[in-house]
C-alpha cells in the first residue's frame, strides 16, 4: 500500500550521548517537566525540538520524573513539541529562559490512532499468514490506523481484498512471491481486526525512562525531495552519511553537522528510474550501489563522480 501524500520520509539518525557540532551557539537550552492532569510525572515521552527553517529536528524522553532537558543549545526560534500515542500532542514555543516549566498532557482520545504495527498486531496469534503478512506487507512501511481504516471504517473482507489487491498491482518487479494468495489473505485479515478485537488493543506502552537517563538524543534530517523512499545509508569513511535515492536517481552524501547534502548521479539509463536500494564502501573507498530498476549494480568513485554499470540482470 503506498504511503500517505503528507507524509514526507525522513532520514533518521540515532546519536546515543554524542553532541553535534555547530557553527554557532544559542543561548537556551528547552527544559521543564511533563505530568498528566493528576500531576503524576510522564516518563519515557518524545520531546522534539522543531527548526522550521532547517527541518531538523532534535528529540530527547523524559525521564522518571518527567522532567527532559536538551544537552545541545537550541535556537530560540525553535518550538518544542511533546508527543507519544497514548497522549495528546502538545506544541510550544521555546521561551528566552528556556525553562518550560510544569506542563500538562492530556490522555490521547484514541491511542490506537499513532500506535505501532507492533501495537497492532500484538494480539494476533503467531502463524505461517501473520509472518508472510507482515514480511509482504510492513517491510516498507507501518501498518497503523490509517490502513486498518478505510474512510473512516473498519476494513470488512472486501476493504482488506481491495487493499491488497492495490498493493500487489503496484509490485512491478514481482517482489510479493507468487503465492501470497489475495483472497485467502483478505480472509485472515478481517479476521485478525474485528470491532471487538480492535476495541481490546492498546496503543505501545512509552519508552524506559533509562534512555533520558543515558542522555539519548536523537537527530532527524529532511531529505532533499520531500517524495523520496531513501531504502539504505551508510557512514562513509569522510564521516558522512551516504543515503540511496530511490527515485531521482543519485545518491546523497550528507553532512551530519549541518545536514547539507552533496548529490551524486550513479544512472546509465536516464529514461528508466534506477530506484537505487543499497550501498557499501569497499576497502578503496569506492561505493558500490544496487539499482533495482536498471538491474545493475554500479560502483561509484566520490572523488571523481564517475561510476562504472555493470548489468546483472536481476532486480
Not at 48 to 57: E, K, P, S
Not at 156 to 181: N, Q, T
Not at 227 to 252: A, C, K, N
Not at 263 to 270: G, L, T
Request: with cysteine; charged share 20%.
Amino acid at each position: 500500500m503506498p504511503l500517505p501524500a503528507n507524509i514526507a520520509p525522513r532520514l533518521l539518525l540515532t546519536l546515543l550521548g554524542l553532541q553535534l557540532a555547530t557553527a554557532s551557539a544559542y543561548a537556551v537550552s528547552p527544559q521543564g517537566k511533563v505530568v498528566d492532569i493528576s500531576g503524576q510525572p510522564l516518563a519515557g515521552l518524545f520531546v522534539t525540538a522543531l527548526d522550521t527553517q532547517a527541518g531538523i529536528t532534535q528529540t530527547v524522553y523524559t525521564d522518571a520524573q518527567g522532567r527532559f532537558h536538551f544537552p545541545d543549545d537550541i535556537n530560540p526560534s525553535k518550538h518544542i513539541r511533546i508527543h507519544h500515542p497514548r497522549h495528546e500532542a502538545l506544541q510550544l514555543p521555546v521561551v528566552a529562559s528556556g525553562d518550560l516549566g510544569q506542563v500538562t498532557l492530556q490522555a490521547a482520545e484514541d491511542p490506537m490512532r499513532l500506535a505501532s504495527t507492533a501495537a497492532w498486531f500484538a494480539r494476533v496469534p503467531d502463524s505461517p499468514e501473520k509472518r508472510e503478512f507482515l514480511l509482504n506487507c510492513a517491510s516498507c512501511h507501518e501498518i497503523q490506523a490509517s490502513r486498518i481504516f478505510k474512510d473512516g471504517q473498519l476494513r470488512d473482507r472486501s476493504g482488506w481484498l481491495a487493499g491488497i489487491s492495490m498493493m500487489k498491482a503496484l509490485d512491478v518487479y514481482a517482489v510479493i512471491p507468487p503465492d501470497f494468495d489475495t483472497e485467502h489473505y483478505a480472509d485472515w485479515a478481517s479476521r485478525q481486526f474485528t470491532a471487538d478485537q480492535v476495541a481490546t488493543l492498546e496503543a505501545q506502552q512509552p519508552a524506559d525512562a533509562i534512555l533520558a537517563q543515558e542522555k539519548v538524543l536523537i537527530t532527524e534530517y529532511p531529505v532533499p525531495e520531500a517524495t523520496e523512499l531513501p531504502h539504505d545509508l551508510v557512514f562513509g569513511p569522510d564521516g558522512r552519511v551516504w543515503v540511496t535515492g530511490f527515485w531521482t536517481s543519485q545518491i546523497w552524501a550528507m553532512d551530519v553537522a549541518t545536514g547539507r547534502f552533496e548529490h551524486f548521479d550513479v544512472n546509465a539509463e536516464p529514461d528508466t528510474v534506477a530506484q537505487v536500494r543499497a550501498l557499501e564502501f569497499d576497502a578503496h573507498g569506492r561505493l558500490w550501489v544496487v539499482n533495482g530498476g536498471t538491474s545493475a549494480v554500479v560502483k561509484l568513485d566520490p572523488a571523481t563522480r564517475t561510476f562504472e554499470t555493470f548489468k546483472v540482470g536481476m532486480y
